[in-house]
């Protein structure tokens, strides 16, 4: 078992920034792909950006150039930048973490609330 616990939420103006992080209560070297995905009321959630153990990374379409995710293996950590944030980008962001080659969710965080006010 993995418990996966977020920081860093918060609210910000659009065009500002915030940074969160994911700590894993144990190591992360056997889980290979970390990430985060984000659901805003009324929608489906959706995944923002993910990042195997290698290094390689994936960006949904509309935070491509805006958000950049990085993985601590020796801190257990998965952190994801986010500049220049816009009002659509308010939701409850939830940090994931799967065994597989794809963020499909083995374990899941509780999530941290992001508002971006225009």
């Known amino acids: 078992q993995v418990q996966l616990v977020e920081s860093g939420g918060g609210l910000v103006q659009a065009g500002g920034s915030l940074r969160l992080s994911c700590a894993a209560s144990?190591?992360?070297?056997?889980?290979?792909?970390m990430g985060w995905y984000r659901q805003a009321p009324g929608t489906q959630r959706e995944l923002v950006a993910s990042?195997?153990?290698?290094?390689?990374?994936n960006y949904a379409d509309p935070v491509k150039g805006r958000f950049t995710i990085s993985r601590e293996n020796a801190k257990n950590t998965v952190v994801l930048q986010m500049n220049n944030l816009k009002p659509e980008d308010t939701a409850v962001y939830y940090c994931?973490?799967?065994?597989?080659?794809?963020?499909?969710?083995?374990?899941w965080g509780q999530g941290t609330q992001v508002t971006v006010s225009s």
């Open positions: 994931a973490a799967d065994y597989g080659d794809t963020l499909r969710g083995d374990y």
């Open positions: 144990r190591t992360i070297f056997t889980l290979n792909t």
């Open positions: 990042i195997t153990r290698g290094g390689p990374t």
